[in-house]
């Protein structure tokens, strides 16, 4: 025998794998129902979906707790409304097995062949917002703890689904609020992944913004005012000249590589005919796993003042927007990977190892509790191919059946009498 624990069993393995063969026409219309209902953030206005999801986990014999986000700290994160939603099954003491995915999406955007909401199956792909990110991962859980629930295994232990509605907000209102309201005390934690690695690292975020203020003057006499936007575009050409260094800042993680700066958005003026009084731009710091947040933040900050003294009529205000911790692997982590890259790679049939990924997950508010975790579930073998945040989003079918049967496997091992 191959597997540790008790999947090691063939009767065992055998026997998920017939039940799950036996439900994949009812996972496909479970998903199907899930895109077919609008969740994009922005606007954020979830809770809709929430209730879809949990009538259709109701109908598979789940008990739903719905957990309603107060109003007021919905619309402080710039949502208008998110019900997190939590299902726990007891198999006996032992630990606690959180299995996380998103509901809400970003906006489908222009350029889709097919209905973003219609949940199209083509060639064994299925087409629409969300199908691969990660309203997949709502069928992967929850059909891989109705598979744990059939298997006779004898287990110790608690499995819970958090189906949250924030993760394109930054997460704050959907995982962490429910660590922070101690709703949930996990030991584990999967969040939603891909098919052909197994997560264990992320990089961070930092998300700043810089207003440069000068002072308004009338186009035929410019020299009497301070030009924002000749101050900010020195700032801006010395932040691209300094972005040529992260180069050289490599993650020792595969999958990581290295720091990246982007500025994503630039906005001011007046009008045509007059020299602008300011000018605002917003940066995304991405930060390797190595890096230390406040550092990064620091370093930003003193480039663009430094910048800024070249026009010293002018003066610039820096104020953040997002931080989002890196992901970094903690004791326990190693153990989740090493039983689901083994369970995958039989499953699958090819090599499955972990690794790190470039952005950035919801999984970090589980590691900032305590919580080991790791990134695992339905998908292809990059964003890329799943046309993750762009049009034409799609999840190949057989990849979500294989993700199905690797986490019931693996939720045997982590709960074996």
Wanted: proline share 6%; charged share 20%.
């Amino acid at each position: 025998m191959t597997r540790i624990g008790l999947a090691a069993n063939e009767s065992l393995r055998s026997n998920i794998r017939t039940y799950l063969e036996s439900q994949r026409q009812a996972q496909t219309r479970f998903l199907a129902e899930l895109v077919k209902v609008p969740s994009d953030n922005p606007p954020g206005d979830c809770a809709r979906h929430a209730e879809r999801a949990a009538e259709l986990l109701e109908e598979l014999g789940f008990l739903v707790e719905r957990h309603r986000v107060p109003e007021t700290l919905v619309r402080s994160n710039g949502m208008i409304s998110v019900t997190n939603l939590i299902v726990r099954r007891r198999f006996g003491d032992g630990p606690i097995v959180a299995l996380n995915a998103h509901g809400d999406v970003v906006p489908p955007g222009e350029g889709w062949t097919r209905d973003p909401y219609g949940a199209t199956v083509m060639e064994g792909w299925m087409y629409g917002r969300g199908a691969a990110v990660s309203k997949s991962d709502f069928a992967t859980y929850a059909f891989a703890l109705r598979a744990l629930e059939i298997s006779g295994a004898p287990l110790a232990g608690t499995v819970e689904l958090h189906f949250t509605y924030d993760e394109e907000a930054g997460g704050e209102i959907g995982p962490k609020w429910l660590l922070d309201q101690g709703l949930t005390k996990p030991d584990y934690a999967f969040a939603a992944g891909f098919s052909y690695a197994v997560v264990t690292a992320h990089n961070g975020c930092l998300h700043l913004e810089a207003t440069v203020h000068g002072r308004s003057a009338h186009a035929a006499v410019p020299y009497t005012g301070v030009d924002a936007l000749e101050a900010a575009n020195h700032v801006l050409a010395q932040l691209y000249e300094w972005r040529r260094s992260l180069r050289d800042r490599i993650s020792a993680i595969p999958g990581i590589g290295s720091p990246q700066l982007t500025v994503g958005l630039i906005s001011g003026g007046i009008n045509t005919n007059v020299v602008p009084d300011r000018i605002t731009f917003r940066l995304d710091r991405r930060m390797i796993p190595e890096e230390d947040p406040g550092a990064v933040e620091q370093e930003l900050r003193d480039l663009i003042a430094k910048a800024a003294l070249a026009y010293p009529q002018a003066h610039v205000e820096v104020r953040r927007i997002v931080l989002a911790e890196p992901l970094r692997p903690l004791p326990g982590t190693a153990r989740l990977a090493q039983m689901l890259c083994g369970h995958a790679s039989d499953v699958i049939g090819e090599p499955v190892s972990s690794k790190g990924v470039p952005l950035y997950t919801d999984a970090r508010h589980y590691a900032a509790a305590g919580v080991p975790i790791v990134l695992f579930g339905a998908g292809p073998r990059t964003i890329e191919e799943a046309n993750a945040h762009r049009a034409d989003e799609r999840l190949p079918l057989p990849d979500l059946f294989k993700a199905t049967e690797v986490v019931t496997l693996t939720l045997v091992d982590l709960l074996r009498a």
